[in-house]
Every structure is written in C-alpha cells, then in structure tokens.
C-alpha cells in the first residue's frame, strides 16, 4: 500500500505565502508523476500543478504565482504559493502515480487526505 501525507496548509492573509508539502511512503518501485489539486467552496476539483521528471504545468490561475518541486531521495513533493488571493482557498489534495511491489508490481493512482487553505481578505 502507498500512502499521502499532506502538510502546511492554514490561515493567511491575501498575499501572504504557504508552503504545502506531500510525503509518499510504503512498498513504492518508482513516483511517476506527483501534483496537487485543490477544490473550493461549491466548485469541482481542479488541476494546480503537476511534476513529472523535470517538467512541470500549472494551471493559468496560479501560473506565476505557485511552484511544484519535488524531492526524489524523499519522495516529497512541495508546492511553494506566493501572492495569494482569498480564491486560492480551497482543500488542497497531493495525487501520485505510483509503482509499487509487494508480489508484483502495480501501477496505481493515490490521494491524499486533503490540506485546507485559507485566504483572508
């Protein structure tokens, strides 16, 4: 089994920074792609940013603003958000594609449990 542990997430005023960070552990071969999603108050979970090897997308909202990077030795993955704005706020959720082995090896999909962010005007 692979697991997600978030962190960082809390209260900042608009245009502070918060720096979330996502460790995967358990039976892991190899990270594939990480990336955070987040969803606001009524809204459909959406896309902020991927990493996948050294390339990396964001969404246009928070292009400029955010920036994904990963650890490898730690399987960590961090998404630094700077200038942030009152809709910025949402729960951010960590996701990975992962191998991992036990008796074999299977290629699977993980969420973690979810960091809440906050924005204050």
């Known amino acids: 089994q692979v697991q997600l542990v978030e962190s960082g997430g809390g209260l900042v005023q608009a245009g502070g920074s918060l720096r979330l960070s996502c460790a995967a552990s358990?039976?892991?071969?190899?990270?594939?792609?990480m990336g955070w999603h987040r969803q606001g108050p009524g809204t459909q979970r959406e896309l902020v940013a991927r990493?996948?090897?050294?390339?990396?997308t964001y969404a246009d909202s928070v292009k400029g603003r955010f920036t994904i990077s990963r650890d490898n030795a730690k399987n960590t993955v961090y998404l630094q958000m700077n200038s942030l704005k009152p809709d910025d706020t949402a729960v951010y959720y960590c996701n990975a594609d992962v191998t991992s082995y036990t008796v074999s090896y299977y290629r699977g999909s993980y969420w973690g449990q979810g960091t809440q962010v906050t924005v204050s005007s």
């Open positions: 990493i996948v090897g050294g390339s990396t």
């Open positions: 358990g039976n892991i071969a190899a990270i594939n792609t």
